[in-house]
């Protein structure tokens, strides 16, 4: 670890002003007290090895998902033959097989699309579909289309007042987010909690979801974190990206996957292997209310030489 792993909370910024508007921002999140963050770094080097990976992860990371619902978000937005945009097909179906071994009573995939309206098309062309039905009992369910309810937003960061959400969303016991981990020229990257934007529905809020960035980008991100809970994270850091992401920057063998039970732990420990200042990231400083993000209060389950000469 090096020493620039310091508590998010204290965002370096210029001038007091600034300093007083990013506690102010902080204050509005609501604060929940919690034991140390769960979290993980696991050598990958291809996505050959993801099934035994994923499966080591998970037993680490012991997910309390016997006999429940899950619902497994991961990170779809168009395809590129040549780009990592996606979170890769052999993790998402991996993870299905790992956590029905772990006594899951169903696993459902679902996302929403922010930038292609034909999800079906989607599916074929990134490989998701045939990796599920490898798997099987797994079904994917189009967020953008799904049966909506209105849920009352929990924090005071956005001038949303509620969200329509979908039905498969709000009935999963477990939700996990699967992001790729990606660089992102307005967010700075977009990992866990920004992988929460698919969740929202185009058909009520358009293609590309402009409403969430009109609110402003990293109040939304921790708005949706907030009033939609992630339980644990899959982050795909096998083959990242970074430079001008989430879509058009360039492909980074991290050969790692990352593993938590903290939302905002994760995605400060995914900048780390990036090799990006966690407290640079404005809804990391945010959101630290929501969960335990400083790597001194995090429980290290695994790591290995190859992930930590990269962050160093």
């Known amino acids: 670890m090096t020493d620039r792993r310091k508590a998010l ?28 963050s769960r979290v993980a770094v696991l050598r990958c080097e291809s996505y050959d090895k993801a099934y035994q990976v994923v499966w080591d992860g998970l037993k680490l990371l012991a997910p309390a998902v016997r006999g429940k619902s899950v619902l497994l978000k991961p990170n779809l937005v168009e395809y590129s033959a040549t780009a990592p945009i996606n979170t890769h097909p052999t993790i998402i179906a991996a993870a299905v097989d790992s956590l029905y071994r ?33 798997v099987g009992r797994a079904k994917f369910v189009d967020l953008n289309y799904d049966e909506i309810h209105r849920v009352q937003t929990t924090t005071r960061l956005t001038g949303l007042s509620e969200l329509w959400l979908p039905r ?3 009935a ?20 866990s909690m920004k992988n929460l934007f698919g969740v929202v529905p185009g ?36 083959v990242a990206m970074k430079g001008n992401g989430p879509l058009h920057g360039y492909p980074v063998n991290l050969a790692c996957l990352v593993f938590a039970d903290d939302p905002v732990a994760a995605d400060a420990l995914c900048c780390d292997v990036l090799g990006i200042e966690a407290d ?33």
């Open 9 to 36: 909370g204290g965002l370096a910024l210029a001038g007091t002003s600034a300093l007083v508007i990013q506690q102010s921002l902080r204050d509005r999140v609501p604060r929940t007290p919690r034991p140390p």
């Open 102 to 134: 772990l006594g899951a009573a169903t696993v459902t995939v679902g996302e929403g699309p922010g930038h292609v309206r034909d999800t079906e098309l989607l599916l074929e062309e990134c490989g998701l579909r045939s990796a599920l039905q490898e």
């Open 168 to 170: 498969t969303v709000l």
């Open 172 to 191: 999963a016991d477990v939700l996990i987010s699967m992001p790729k981990i990606k660089t992102h020229h307005w967010a700075g990257v977009t990992l």
């Open 203 to 238: 058909s009520v809020y358009g293609w590309p979801k402009n409403v969430l960035h009109w609110q402003g980008i990293d109040n939304s991100i921790v708005e949706l974190a907030s009033t939609i809970p992630i339980h644990y994270v899959i982050a795909d850091g096998i």
């Open 280 to 312: 640079s990231i404005r809804h990391l400083a945010i959101g630290t209310g929501l969960a335990s993000p400083t790597p001194s209060n995090c429980l290290h389950l695994g790591e290995n030489d190859k992930s930590r000469r990269q962050r160093d």
